[in-house]
């Protein structure tokens, strides 16, 4: 029997269900429509999609680092709430999850959904995800990975918060020992806490710098007292702000956190390391993960919805 497109949308306004869920169903059901809908929810398929409308910004972020540390992955798995998020299922599969992201060729997340598992090639990554759905009852969403990799060194890794933050950072060196391990974690600690935006000022744009004069430049021009200096001192003005926002924001320029003057940067802190172990040392690059950054957590009115329930 032949499935229409109105069946297939029918059913995906019925159930939630995903396009291709439905028309698998339909095919399965010879089009019966009832039983597809039992078809989909004996799946899981219908209770995991009705899920994914609901907000998914707790979770975890999961770091995996080979055996010589020369690759590691960094994850982010999202749950709706914090509860599910510490669940030992549920950080199983964010391991779970890992291994397959050591191991993957997808370039984007889109093409690893579609990869088959690697417990089981019957399935793929989001079959199984909507499996987990299924059972541990929250929405789920496997949101970000990467995988960094470094032969001339090793890969720092840092947990923060149990998972709140992960960061990788890329150690090039051609010395490797305790000290600059622990040189390594101690930069992986400053990312996780001082959000550094880029690695070295080479890595900022033209574009960017322009930007942040225009937006100074302005804000000076809005200061009735400002405004009235000289042009001079006014771009003066402009380049001491700008050169201070590129401090805070630039990783190897950073104030080290751990500076016993509260003057040493980043950058020298590598610099001092590097001597005292007769090292040549390049910090090439970090990943910064942060469990839900910029997704809009939604609000709950309580009392609200105590209301609509009532009613």
């Not at 109105?6 to 698998?24: H, I, S, W, Y």
């Not at 510490?86 to 959904?113: G, L, S």
């Not at 804000?219 to 200096?229: L, V």
């Not at 090439?284 to 839900?292: A, I, L, S």
Request: proline share 1%.
């Amino acid at each position: 029997m032949a499935i229409t497109a109105a069946q297939v949308k029918e059913l995906r306004e019925m159930t939630g269900a995903g396009m291709m869920d439905c028309k698998k169903a339909l095919t399965e059901t010879n089009g019966d429509m009832d039983k597809a809908v039992e078809y989909l929810r004996e799946t899981g398929k219908a209770s995991a999609q009705k899920k994914a409308g609901r907000i998914a910004a707790e979770g975890i972020v999961m770091l995996k680092t080979s055996d010589d540390a020369k690759k590691a992955v960094a994850v982010e798995v999202n749950s709706e709430t914090d509860f599910v998020a510490k669940n030992e299922q549920f950080r199983t599969f964010v391991a779970e999850v890992c291994d397959q992201v050591m191991d993957t060729t997808a370039a984007d997340i889109d093409a690893f959904m579609e990869e088959a598992w690697k417990a089981d090639a019957s399935k793929t990554v989001k079959d199984v995800l909507q499996d987990q759905i299924a059972v541990i009852g929250e929405n789920m969403n496997i949101r970000r990975f990467t995988t960094v990799e470094e032969p001339n060194g090793f890969i720092a890794a840092y947990t923060h918060m149990d998972g709140k933050i992960g960061v990788l950072v890329d150690v090039e060196t051609d010395v490797v020992n305790e000290a600059i391990e622990e040189m390594g974690k101690n930069i992986a600690m400053q990312a996780a806490a001082m959000r550094p935006l880029y690695t070295t000022n080479k890595e900022i744009s033209q574009d960017f710098i322009e930007n942040e004069k225009k937006i100074l430049l302005a804000a000076i021009m809005n200061d009735p007292k400002e405004s009235q200096k000289p042009e001079k001192v006014i771009n003066g003005m402009v380049m001491g702000r700008v050169n201070k926002e590129l401090k805070e924001i630039v990783l190897m320029d950073q104030v080290y956190v751990r500076a016993e003057d509260g003057k040493q940067t980043v950058g020298k802190y590598v610099e001092q390391v590097a001597k005292e172990n007769g090292a040549k040392i390049a910090i090439k690059g970090f990943v910064r993960f942060e469990t839900g950054e910029g997704i809009e957590k939604k609000e709950e009115n309580f009392a609200e919805e105590v209301a609509k329930q009532m009613k």
